[in-house]
């Protein structure tokens, strides 16, 4: 009976090996090693739940069942049925265990106990419907042959991590050190069932089984669970069913493992999973080993998916040291990169130190890769953003050839891995894309990568990539002990079409704080935004910083160009060198935004524009952003010879900020050859917001280029102009600069894509006064007009485009009066009708109505006509006015306006009646009748003197009258002069003819000649005069005197209204040369004081003390 009992207790006394949970836990949470398990018809009964209550297995509610057969066998082998009672109760009141039972048979070879229940009853841990343990003397003592257990009930419990199984806790964990070993006992099993509550959800499992627990039990075990959850990952409807057999003590289970699906958070899911396991363990159970194949549903992980997962492994486990082997294959393996249809992986993983240490090596291979539409996306989405540059071809191409190379691509790679908990490492000795082609798309050798406690990672090794038209990148990135991280690479010449890309060497290095430097060069040739680029080399030199900060270029930098064209500019080989301002580099972009920094020597540019050569030019040039931009002596010339136009800049200044970019410029002055104007001088304020560059305060000067100047040179105040979506417009009031007078107003618009655009032009209204005369507006008008009042409006247009350029205006003025070369003007109005106004050329027949000239003889209401061709030419058509009873007309002339030249104006006379000539000449004394026709030639030649050249007036038929009819004051004359004067005092004539010549400014000789001499009616008859009647007479008197005194000698030596000789308005010398521009009225009035004087002193000398006429008494005495 003792020995039974020691037996008992020895048996469920003993401890499992401490490293044999972690060796199941390594294999069971393997994601290759969990599978569906299901077990067939695990009927069991739930028991009331109780807190606190662990998990139990099947041996050890075998090891309290024998404890209890043996000890009540042995006891009843002495004492039988009378003490049974007794004895089993004090044994289980010593270990603390409360049980109920029924004894039904105690005998010598054959004991059993029915309902039997262990710990409380309400809430038992174990029950047993029946225990039958066969015995066999041994030594005079009972010995147990066979255990029989019907329907054996185990609850238990699994908390934190901890196994319990209520009072069968006190038999299970007794302490002892002995090495664990199964009995050499035969047990049957009939129906054995369990129900284990944990924290990760319930377990039931069913048993049943006979044999020898040393050599040949066989049975069968199936555990189910509903759902099983650990961390956050969890399995639905898990089940485990298999063959159990123990052969030679060793413990064998064959059988599957299944899931319905496995799930770990939202982002690893696993389907249909099964593990068909054949595992063996010592009789120790140190040592467990075995065979897993493995299959699976559809599954997906971080960025992954596979459609199903196939695989084998064999492992061993002992004493902490686990060696396995694996061969797995998933079949549509997909990432958002590509899909594989197959993939596959095998190698050896070792595990020492209970997963202290962890290592392997393997090799993985894929096949028949269909690449995703991720990358493609990508890089569409950077051919987009890089329309319109040298990138987006190398793109293009680049996308194309590689969905080409990556359909049916394959993928292999080995590789090695070690872990410990101070190291990660992982080498790859040599891993290739191989394209559909055959070529390596990426490669890589001698990599390997390593993480130590909470450093950096390191990462050494090379990489290439290619392909059919693919970039062929080259490179290596290493790390040394306590260097940092240094990459190696260079871009062999890619090319696309025009475009093309190299990358002769850049090396980037990383420092411990994370911070990337970098330097190398670019060669790029191909499209930029609005043009292209050849030969383009680029230095990259800078940082970026663990923040983010990129910091390019900190020391001076070189940047050429074989070839640069944008828009129709196109330069040739070209450099420029920037050099950053102090200590800071060229360009830094951080979380501060965007700082740019650089200076540069004088800039000189030789490019084409339009095919037409561009010299671009400017003095040191500073900028920064944000900060200023400032520059001098900036020059820009389009064309050559003659036809250049030319911008030039004085000085530009600029403040250059996220919300304002703008700033001043002065002393600017554009030339365009195709515009007779200059502008100089220019100067203002400019701003650029929102795509708008707006000018403002803008202040210029223009001028006549033509030679002479057709106008004098106009300024503006506080002009403006803006650029908006490629438009220009601008607005300005030219003023004369001395008087500021507003002269027009330039309201301006040019389109720069079509190069079309227009002005136009306002006056508003001159008013020329004594303060301002057309000579402050033209030179042009020196010695043509002079003395104008008035005021003149109208408007102008000027439009450009590609097929060149065209101008109109229309002026006019009510009501003008001036002084011109052939006498003063008054009341002139009409309007003048430009159809070029840059070319100042007018429509043919313009016309202007002339209230009165006066060439000596005030004339009324005339018209002239006349136009005006590119400036230079005005052809006078002629004109007409009424005078004295007939018509005065101006003959058609041509003058060469600013040309030293010879003109002649051609007056003729029709009709002038004599009578009225008497009249409006205010000649009160005399009477005349007859009408006079003629010819008048005024000459003035290169020196601006005015000569009459033939000029003729001659009688009408049939001659005419002319009478003195005033009283004589004279005294008598002698007989024979009385005689002349009283027989002349009224002639007739039959035939009068009048010849002018001589200068205007100078002596003017007037020969009169009268023929049919008659009498008159008023005139003196007696014999002499009837006597002389008779007789044929012709009369002839030659005149000399300066033309002014001539026309008004009988009135005035001057007339205030006439228009005065310049030379005695003191503007021209005697011999032509100009001597002022303008009048000075002071002198002019001494002058005329003077004139009158020496006149009235020269008639009192020539009179003497007697009258030229004598007086009437002398009639008397004939």
Not at 197 to 207: H, M
Not at 700 to 717: C, G, I, N, S, V
Not at 733 to 739: A, F, M, T, V
Request: some cysteine.
């Amino acid at each position: 009976m003792g020995g039974g009992l020691a037996l008992g207790v020895g048996l469920v006394g003993q401890r499992l090996p401490p490293d044999l949970p972690a060796a199941f836990h390594c294999l069971c949470a393997h994601p290759r090693a969990s599978v569906r398990a299901m077990a067939q018809d695990a009927d069991i009964t739930d028991a009331p739940a109780r807190p606190g209550r662990k998990w139990l297995t099947f041996g050890n509610a075998i090891r309290a069942v024998v404890l209890l057969g043996v000890g009540g066998t042995a006891w009843a082998w002495v004492t039988r049925e009378d003490i049974a009672y007794d004895i089993i109760a004090g044994e289980l009141n010593n270990r603390g265990i409360e049980a109920e039972y029924k004894v039904e048979q105690i005998s010598a070879y054959r004991q059993v106990l029915t309902d039997i229940v262990i710990g409380d009853p309400d809430r038992p841990d174990v029950t047993i419907e029946r225990v039958e343990i066969i015995t066999q003397p041994r030594l005079g003592l009972p010995g147990v042959q066979e255990v029989r257990l019907v329907r054996p009930r185990v609850f238990g419990r699994i908390a934190d991590g901890q196994l319990s199984l209520g009072s069968l806790d006190k038999l299970l964990y007794t302490g002892g050190d002995e090495p664990f070993a199964l009995p050499d006992l035969a047990l049957s099993i009939d129906d054995g069932r369990a129900l284990i509550e944990s924290d990760y959800g319930r377990l039931g499992a069913k048993l049943r089984g006979s044999g020898n627990l040393a050599d040949g039990f066989t049975g069968e075990l199936a555990v189910v669970a509903p759902t099983l959850a650990l961390a956050d990952c969890s399995a639905q409807e898990a089940s485990l069913f298999g063959a159990v057999s123990i052969e030679g003590g060793k413990p064998h289970f064959a059988g599957p493992l299944r899931f319905d699906s496995l799930a770990c958070g939202e982002t690893v899911k696993l389907a249909n999973g099964g593990v068909e396991l054949d595992l063996l363990a010592a009789s120790d159970l140190a040592t467990v080993s075995g065979r897993a194949g493995i299959a699976t549903g559809a599954g997906q992980a971080p960025g992954a998916s596979t459609a199903a997962l196939k695989g084998n492994s064999s492992f061993s486990w002992r004493e902490g040291l686990l060696t396995a082997d694996y061969r797995l294959e998933a079949r549509d393996l997909a990432t958002s990169e590509g899909r594989f249809a197959k993939f596959e992986a095998d190698g050896l993983v070792r595990a020492r130190d209970n997963f202290a240490r962890f290592e392997g090596e393997g090799t993985i291979e894929g096949t028949g890769l269909q690449p995703g539409v991720r990358p493609g996306r990508l890089l569409a989405d950077a051919q987009r953003s890089a329309e319109g540059t040298l990138l987006a071809p190398l793109i293009e191409q680049a996308n194309g050839a590689l969905a080409s190379e990556l359909r049916g691509a394959r993928l292999l790679a080995d590789f090695s891995f070690r872990q410990t908990a101070e190291r990660l490492s992982l080498v790859v000795p040599q891993a290739e894309l191989r394209g559909r082609s055959g070529d390596i798309v990426l490669g890589l050798s001698r990599a390997q990568f390593a993480l130590e406690g909470e450093g950096l990672p390191r990462f050494d090794g090379n990489f290439l990539t290619g392909g059919a038209g693919l970039p062929r990148i080259s490179g290596r990135m290493e790390q040394a002990p306590g260097e940092p991280l240094s990459l190696r690479l260079s871009m062999a010449d890619y090319v696309a079409g025009d475009a093309r890309l190299a990358i002769p060497a850049l090396r980037m290095t990383q420092g411990r704080d994370g911070a990337i430097s970098f330097a190398g060069r670019v060669f790029a040739s191909g499209a930029v935004p609005g043009g292209s680029v050849r030969g383009a080399e680029v230095p990259l030199d800078g940082t970026y910083s663990s923040d983010g900060t990129i910091a390019l270029w900190r020391g001076c930098q070189t940047f050429k160009v074989e070839a640069l064209e944008v828009g129709n500019l196109a330069f040739g080989r070209e450099r420029i060198e920037l050099c950053p301002q102090g200590q800071q580099p060229l360009l830094r972009y951080g979380a501060q935004g965007l700082r740019f920094a650089a200076s540069t020597a004088p800039l000189d540019f030789r490019a084409r524009m339009g095919g037409a050569p561009l010299h671009l030019a400017t003095g040191a040039l500073a900028v920064s952003w944000p900060g200023t931009l400032s520059t001098s002596a900036a020059l820009v010339e389009l064309g050559e010879g003659e036809d250049v136009v030319r911008l030039t800049l004085g000085q530009l200044d600029a403040r250059l900020e996220q919300d304002f970019i703008g700033g001043t410029f002065a002393e600017a002055a554009p030339y365009l050859p195709a515009v007779p104007l200059d502008i100089s001088q220019g100067s203002g304020t400019w701003r650029y917001t929102d795509g708008v560059l707006s000018l403002s305060d803008v202040a210029f000067r223009l001028e006549d280029r033509a030679a002479p100047d057709r106008f004098e040179p106009l300024t503006a105040q506080s002009a403006e102009l803006s650029l908006e979506d490629g438009v220009i417009c601008a607005r300005a009031l030219l003023r004369e600069p001395d008087s500021k007078v507003a002269v027009t107003r330039v309201a301006l618009a040019h389109d720069l894509a079509t190069g079309a655009g227009h002005a136009d032009l306002a006056v508003d209204g001159i008013t020329f006064d004594s303060k301002f005369q057309p000579q402050n507006l033209s030179r042009l008008a020196l010695g043509v007009v002079a003395n104008v009042s008035g005021t003149v409006t109208g408007t102008g247009r000027i439009d450009w485009n590609a097929d060149g350029v065209t101008s109109s205006g229309r002026f006019a003025s009510d009501s003008l009066d001036l002084a011109a070369a052939f006498g003063p003007v008054k009341h002139a109005r009409g309007e003048i009708v430009f159809t070029d106004l840059l070319g100042m050329t007018t429509a043919p027949n313009q016309t202007i109505k002339v209230g009165t000239i006066n060439p000596g003889i005030e004339i009324y209401d005339g018209e002239l006509r006349y136009q005006l061709t590119n400036g230079e030419r005005l052809d006078i058509g002629g004109g007409q006015w009424p005078l004295l009873g007939g018509t005065l007309t101006l003959r058609p002339l041509t003058m060469n306006i600013g040309q030293t030249e010879s003109r002649t104006y051609t007056v003729v006379i029709d009709g002038l009646e004599a009578s009225r000539f008497i009249e409006r000449l205010e000649l009160n004394n005399l009477a005349a009748t007859g009408t006079f026709d003629g010819v008048i030639p005024i000459v003035f030649d290169e020196d601006g003197n005015g000569f009459l050249e033939g000029g003729v007036l001659t009688s009408r038929a049939p001659g005419g009258n002319l009478a003195y009819v005033g009283q004589l004051t004279y005294e008598d004359l002698s007989f024979m002069g009385n005689l002349a004067f009283q027989t002349l005092r009224d002639l007739r004539f039959d035939d009068a003819e009048i010849l002018l010549d001589g200068p205007l400014a100078g002596e003017l000789v007037t020969r009169v000649r009268f023929e049919g001499i008659g009498q008159g009616e008023a005139a003196q008859k007696n014999i002499i005069s009837r006597t002389i009647a008779r007789l044929p007479l012709e009369l002839r008197l030659n005149i000399r005197a300066p033309f002014y005194k001539l026309i008004s000698s009988t009135r005035s030596l001057y007339d205030p209204s006439s228009l005065r000789d310049p030379r005695g308005l003191g503007l021209i010398g005697e011999s032509g040369e100009v001597l002022r521009e303008e009048i000075d009225q002071e002198a002019v009035d001494e002058r005329d004081a003077e004139a009158e004087r020496a006149a009235e002193e020269e008639i009192n000398r020539q009179r003497g003390d007697e009258p030229a006429i004598q007086p009437s008494e002398s009639e008397d005495a004939l």
